[in-house]
């Protein structure tokens, strides 16, 4: 099955202690990207790749690290995470940029106390 | 950054009625998409408008990309309860995808 796929699924952690969301495609999607949805903001793109080795930052970066050594995986890092972290967090992938069709994973819910 | 500024924030209708939303910006927008998110998952594409001025349909759902391409509406028609859930507008420009705040949709039946 076409899938994209995110772990953990929850995730409670304490400010400073280093984590990492892993994202799965195996659509062999060259784009993939990461956003956070907070109420009243709708998504907002942290960063996203255009294929490997190749990330850039979207609106929000600030906190959050991104790596693509592989076309199918996309891990989202937070080095020293803090309460203002704290949200539900979505990867996303699609064939190229330009095609439209962007696939969700199921979601991330991350609290940081 | 870019921002969207979409309406209503929410919705509670009647099975049956239609369903309008809508988003602006104050920036020019080459695509305008609208995606569902029911609970628990990710957002799922609807509609995908290119040309400024385009409707497009989908089953029930008709959308529009504004003539000033700094626009675009979906509409619902004859609502079901299916039809719950959060419904997100965005706007695509060269490298980025910027989303809406959200409509958030219940149906009464």
């Known amino acids: 099955e076409a899938q994209v796929t995110q772990n953990p699924r929850y995730l409670i952690t304490v400010t400073g202690k280093k984590l990492t969301v892993t994202c799965s495609q195996n659509?062999?999607?060259?784009?993939m990207s990461w956003y956070r949805q907070d109420p009243g903001l709708g998504l907002r793109q942290i960063y996203y790749s255009m294929n490997v080795e190749v990330t850039d930052k979207g609106d929000v970066p600030e906190g959050y690290k991104v790596s693509r050594k592989e076309k199918r995986n996309f891990p989202l890092i937070l080095e020293s995470p803090s309460p203002n972290q704290t949200s539900l967090y979505f990867c996303?992938?699609?064939?190229?940029?330009?095609?439209?069709?962007?696939?969700f994973g199921p979601g991330t819910r991350l609290t940081v106390l | 950054g870019q921002q969207l500024n979409q309406s209503p924030q929410s919705m509670f209708i009647q099975e049956g009625e239609d369903v309008s939303m809508n988003c602006t910006s104050s920036?020019?927008?080459?695509?305008w998409l609208w995606y569902k998110q029911d609970p628990g998952e990710g957002p799922v594409l609807l509609i995908a408008l290119y040309k400024a001025g385009e409707l497009t349909s989908n089953g029930r759902l008709t959308a529009q990309f504004g003539i000033t391409r700094k626009d675009s509406f979906l509409n619902i028609s004859a609502s079901i309860p299916s039809d719950v859930g959060i419904y997100f507008c965005?706007?695509?420009?060269?490298?980025?995808?910027?989303f809406g705040a959200g409509t958030i949709l219940r149906v009464k039946s």
């Open positions: 996303a992938s699609s064939l190229q940029w330009g095609y439209n069709e962007q696939f």
């Open positions: 965005a706007g695509q420009n060269g490298n980025k995808l910027v």
């Open positions: 920036s020019i927008f080459n695509t």
């Open positions: 659509m062999n999607h060259e784009y």
